[in-house]
């Protein structure tokens, strides 16, 4: 299995950007999908984006379109999400996640439950 750490949550005002990374370790990062899900308090976990690794194929929720691109340097095992035009109702721990397994229904990828690999968080706050 693989080991996630993300890095670059902060304190952001509303229409700023920041940039988080996910370092992965423990084994080979070839081969994984790979997720950003996000949670706000007292919310479900909620998807926001992931990279296909069999097609490199990318997938947003609607509320992030247009602002939040999802990368991955394989040379350096990392995924990044690049968020732009930041709202405050962006404000949330983010929690990259990965998985081996590809699935027949691309509906998988955008629930928590496709994952089996997570990374333990980074705090993201917007303020207005």
């Known amino acids: 299995q693989v080991q996630l750490v ?3 949550g902060a304190l952001v005002q509303a229409g700023g950007s920041l940039r988080l990374s996910c370092a992965a ?6 081969g994984y999908t790979m997720a950003w899900f ?3 308090p007292g919310k479900p976990r909620e998807f ?13 929720t609607d509320s992030v379109k247009g ?3 999802i990368s991955r340097d394989n040379a350096k095992n990392t995924v990044y999400l690049q968020m732009n035009s ?3 109702e962006d404000t949330a721990v983010y929690y990259c996640a990965a998985t081996r397994f590809t699935y027949l229904s691309n509906s998988r990828y955008y629930m928590p439950s496709g994952y089996d690999q997570w990374g333990q968080g980074t705090q993201v706050t917007v303020s207005s």
């Open 86 to 88: 930041l709202k405050p």
């Open 38 to 40: 996000r949670q706000a």
């Open 48 to 60: 926001a984006t992931a990279i296909k690794w069999t097609d490199g194929n990318t997938y947003y």
């Open 67 to 69: 602002r939040f691109t």
């Open 25 to 30: 370790s423990g084994r080979t990062f070839s």
């Open 6 to 8: 993300e890095s670059g």
